[in-house]
């Protein structure tokens, strides 16, 4: 193998056999970082608030939709170009590249 396909290989079953952290009830992949200055709330009409929330991850974005398909067995998944998407009852996941990594877009609501 590669050495970056036996690191990519690592990082996926580090993240397989660790319990990944939750926010609004959706997993978050280990190791991803919230960033601060992306995101937050925002009403599009009255009982329609949504949270947005945005992660950065030094991880391919094919590793990382594969770690939302395993937990979110049930969620509709929907590809274009490098971009996939992932729809819950919860909220919806963005994942698009980030240079060599992944940002995660989290929409939750709405609420």
């Known amino acids: 193998m590669l ?12 993240m397989a056999g660790s319990a990944s952290a939750q926010d609004h009830g959706i997993p978050v992949p280990d190791g991803a970082r919230k960033n601060p ?7 599009l009409a009255t009982g329609r608030n949504y949270t947005i929330l945005v992660y950065e991850l030094e991880t391919a974005p094919a590793a990382v939709a594969e770690f939302y398909a395993s937990r979110l067995p049930d969620a509709r998944r929907t590809s ?10 919860e909220g919806t996941i963005r994942i698009v590249p980030l240079g060599a990594g992944t940002r995660i877009t989290l929409t939750i609501g709405p609420r």
Not at 37 to 43: E, K, V, W, Y
Not at 80 to 89: D, H, K, L, V, W
């Open 80 to 89: 274009e170009g490098e971009e996939a998407r992932f729809a819950t009852n």
């Open 37 to 43: 200055s992306l995101g937050g709330a925002t009403t």
């Open 3 to 14: 050495p970056a396909r036996i690191a990519a290989l690592a990082i996926m079953l580090a």
